[in-house]
């Protein structure tokens, strides 16, 4: 009896790690979609805005941010198993 309940255990433990896994990759993919549009987005007002453009800075900023976060999302998104 002792057995079948630690293999009831085991498969209940494996279900509930692969629920977690299945979960955290769709949260990995749901935050790196609108990051890689910001991404894109911004790279195309700094590829049409001159040096001189009066939102170039700000777009600047707004591209640098988007290339870390999506890095950093890349990363997170393969590391959040810990959770």
């Known amino acids: 009896m002792a057995l079948q309940a630690e293999?009831?255990?085991l498969v209940a433990s494996?279900?509930?790690q692969e629920a977690h896994e299945r979960t955290v990759a769709y949260a990995a993919h749901e935050l790196r979609n609108p990051l890689h549009t910001i991404a894109a987005s911004a790279s195309l007002l700094?590829?049409?805005t001159g040096p001189?453009?009066?939102f170039r800075h700000d777009i600047e900023n707004v591209f640098d941010a988007s290339q870390v976060s999506t890095a950093?999302?890349?990363s997170s998104g393969d590391s959040l198993t810990w959770l």
Do not use: L, M
């Open 7 to 9: 293999h009831e255990q």
């Open 14 to 16: 494996r279900a509930a």
């Open 46 to 48: 700094r590829d049409s």
């Open 52 to 54: 001189d453009h009066p």
């Open 72 to 74: 950093n999302g890349r």
